[in-house]
């Protein structure tokens, strides 16, 4: 088979490295790809948002499967373009259609899909300009913290927690006012939830699922999850905290309820949902949909699967998942984030990467990389992610934190806390 990735980060470095392990796999391409999946399959220089462009590429090179990496390609509609073209309409594509990307694309859509499906989730007020004095409202009605969300897509950075009443109203109102461009023309207030935050993947075909393992991961730059927001810093799998008993809520109470909600809602979906739920005093409560892997959480919970990745991807596309079997491997991954000094606000690329000889238990994804002159350079904000799996957390830290010391570039930077609150 022949299959086409659509990404440039370690999710998709991840994702071909678990695909290449497939024996039904024959080429594997990724567009556009970065320094490390050069090494698994062919990079493509590829927009992610020129679908003419990828249409092209897919019949000239008999791609068999698409696997969607990164939201933006969802939200705007590439699983419906391919599926409603004749030349198109028999090639696999893994990931929802625009409708069930609105699950990530729309935090307002999110909220009224879980409200009519009683899926557990924050209170919460949607306002805009025209009803900004409502948001005014029901912040009032809140305890501190507050919580605002953007509607839209902001590059991971439209959430906003204020810590007074008059900071949250100033905010609301400079998000309306299009602090991030149309993405909050339309802000969702939520109260805030205490507890301990975990990501919950499952694949579905629209009708079945299988649950993938569980990660949590590490958002914030500094350690002890303090400063700025990043796109992640680290992931764990599995999660302490998330015996029998907590998965069987989560299986019940949301996962369950919301394949179902989109049956009744005749919504296509074919591909990953990725539960963003927090833990309070035991329960799961959503506090957000992705409809793609997470990431660095796919750095950790895609080596952990034993089945072969490319089986789960074509039940999915001919709606026969009921029929998989997955199989888990019981030790734990950590993975660890280097990333760009300066990140995640600026930062400079193009630094020259030295890598050590890497040892058998630990991976090595590249997210922000690219090879040039047979030389390996910084090009993102995220740089390496590396992975390690061990019998125990801090066996498996040890190694990643050994390799995140080996590796060498201008401004360098890492944790070395991840897995701090789960030990």
């Known amino acids: 088979m022949n299959i086409l990735i659509l990404g440039s980060g370690g999710r998709e470095h991840a994702l071909a490295w678990k695909l290449a392990q497939s024996k039904k796999t024959n080429k594997l391409f990724i567009a556009p790809g970065n320094g490390g999946t050069r090494l698994i399959g062919k990079n493509v220089p590829l927009s992610l948002t020129d679908f003419s462009k990828i249409k092209e590429f897919v019949l000239q090179n008999s791609v068999n499967m698409v696997v969607v990496g990164p939201e933006d390609p969802l939200v705007r509609g590439i699983t419906d373009f391919f599926i409603t073209d004749d030349l198109l309409k028999n090639v696999a594509i893994i990931g929802p259609s625009k409708q069930g990307a609105l ?7 999110a909220k009224e899909f879980m409200l009519r499906h009683q899926i557990p989730t924050a209170k919460y007020k949607s306002c805009t300009l025209k009803n900004i004095e409502d948001g005014f409202l029901f912040l009032e009605q809140l305890n501190a913290p507050y919580v605002l969300k953007a509607d839209g897509l902001a590059a991971g950075k439209g959430v906003i927690i204020q810590d ?3 900071k949250a109203k100033n905010t609301l109102k400079e998000m309306l006012e299009g602090k991030f461009g149309t993405a909050s023309k339309t802000v969702v ?3 805030f939830l205490k507890g301990i935050e975990i990501s919950v993947f499952a694949l579905t075909d629209g009708d079945s699922y299988v649950i993938l393992p569980e990660a949590k991961d590490y958002k914030k730059i ?9 796109g992640g810093m680290g992931a764990v799998s599995p999660v302490s905290f998330a015996g029998e008993e907590f998965m069987e809520k989560v299986k019940t109470k949301i996962i369950e309820p919301t394949i179902n909600g989109l049956q009744k809602e005749r919504i296509n979906y074919k591909g990953f949902i990725f539960f963003g739920l927090i833990n309070v005093d035991g329960n799961p409560y959503v506090i957000e949909y992705n409809v793609r892997l997470g990431d660095p959480e796919s750095e950790v919970v895609l080596p952990r699967i034993k089945s072969d990745l490319l089986d789960l991807f074509t039940l999915t596309a001919q709606k026969q998942l009921n029929k998989a079997k997955i199989e ?3 030790q734990t991954a950590v993975t660890v984030m280097l990333v760009s000094g300066g990140y995640p606000e600026r930062y400079e690329k193009n630094k020259i990467i030295t890598l050590p000889d890497i040892s058998d238990n630990t991976l090595l994804f590249h997210a922000g990389t690219k090879f040039e002159n047979n030389k390996y350079f910084t090009n993102g904000g995220r740089v390496l992610s590396i992975t390690s799996l061990s019998v125990n957390m801090n066996e498996a830290l040890l190694n990643s934190f050994k390799l995140a010391d080996k590796i060498t570039f201008e401004g360098k930077y890492y944790r070395n806390d991840i897995g701090y609150d789960l030990k």
């Open 189 to 191: 207030v939520e109260e």
């Open 222 to 230: 500094g350690v002890g999850d303090t400063g700025l927001n990043t």
């Open 328 to 330: 888990i491997n019981s």
């Open 103 to 109: 699950l990530e694309g729309s935090k307002n859509f």
């Open 164 to 166: 007074t009443l008059s």
